[in-house]
């Protein structure tokens, strides 16, 4: 995998992935930037989501766990640390709709795997504590 950054002006950065379109990042109004895009903070933030998402569709999968909807919903406090910031209180919620009648504790139980599995938690877990829920439901998920 490779990524490029490159600083377009101001704090604004245009980052390429593979062959997708740019992704603009910048930093927010409150930390001193031009609020242009998301910042890197809230990518990271995106990334463990949505490897949270990827990773439970391929657990029930392999489990032969029918789901429907699945929704993350990622949270996260940015404080002061000295003179610098740090992240603090990460938490994700997970909500996953089971298709298959009678199978919600067996979807709770396979889903535990989930922070062995989801390289993003893992990586992350290693710098900031991760705090990772998980709701299962017959019922489509709000977030």
């Known amino acids: 995998m490779e990524v490029e950054a490159k600083l377009i002006n101001g704090t604004k950065t245009g ?3 593979r062959n997708f379109p740019q992704i603009v990042t910048d930093t927010m109004p409150e930390f001193g930037g031009g609020d242009a ?3 890197p903070v809230e990518l990271m933030l995106a990334s463990l989501a ?3 998402v990827e990773t439970a ?7 032969r766990i029918r789901i429907g909807d699945v929704r993350a919903e ?3 406090l940015v404080a002061k640390d000295g003179e610098a910031y740090a992240l603090e209180n990460v938490e994700t919620t997970l909500k996953v709709q089971v298709l298959s009648p009678g199978n919600q ?7 535990g795997l989930l922070e062995k ?9 290693k710098s900031v504590p991760i705090a990772l829920s ?3 439901t017959n019922e489509k998920p709000g977030v």
Do not use: F
Not at 57 to 63: G, Q
Not at 106 to 111: G, I
Not at 117 to 125: N, P, S, W
């Open 105 to 111: 504790e067996r979807a709770r139980e396979c889903l």
């Open 15 to 17: 980052i390429k992935i």
């Open 50 to 52: 949505g490897c949270v």
């Open 117 to 125: 599995y989801c390289i993003v938690t893992k990586i992350l877990a």
């Open 134 to 136: 998980l709701i299962v």
């Open 37 to 39: 895009g998301p910042c």
């Open 74 to 76: 990622t949270r996260a």
């Open 57 to 63: 569709i391929y657990i029930a999968k392999r489990a």
